[in-house]
């Protein structure tokens, strides 16, 4: 029902910022709560943060929050996750996924579509 493309990602020193977008290709965008996650090499994939599809909701796991922001422009079909004082704990493959639901999740089995992933990386 929808497709996920991230992108943004790279090389950035530590204490820099980057910020990630998540296009979306399918319809009704505004319906689904979008997430973002994360993997480092050799380590499973954890979550990072997620916003409802109207913004008024959102949630952050406890290594980022503070630091990054997740957003959305439903117009755009796109979602945003803004690092800042990036961390090399920070490096990993990032991915955007999308549930068609109103209830926030941060459980990444809720989550049936996922994108390629981006790749981030922070050096110290």
């Known amino acids: 029902q929808v497709q996920l493309v991230e992108s943004g990602g790279g090389l950035v020193q530590a204490g820099g910022s980057l910020r990630l977008s998540c296009a979306a290709s399918g319809r009704t965008f505004s319906s689904y709560v979008m997430g973002w996650f994360r993997q480092a090499p050799g380590k499973e994939r954890d979550f990072v943060a997620a916003i409802s599809g109207s913004s008024g909701s959102t949630y952050y796991g406890d290594s980022v929050k503070g630091r990054f922001t997740i957003s959305r422009d439903n117009a755009k079909n796109t979602v945003y996750l803004e690092m800042n004082s990036l961390k090399p704990e920070d490096t990993a493959d990032y991915y955007c996924?999308?549930?068609?639901?109103?209830?926030?999740?941060?459980?990444?089995?809720?989550?049936?579509?996922w994108g390629q992933g981006t790749q981030v990386t922070v050096s110290s």
């Open positions: 996924a999308a549930r068609r639901s109103v209830v926030v999740t941060t459980t990444e089995a809720l989550y049936p579509y």
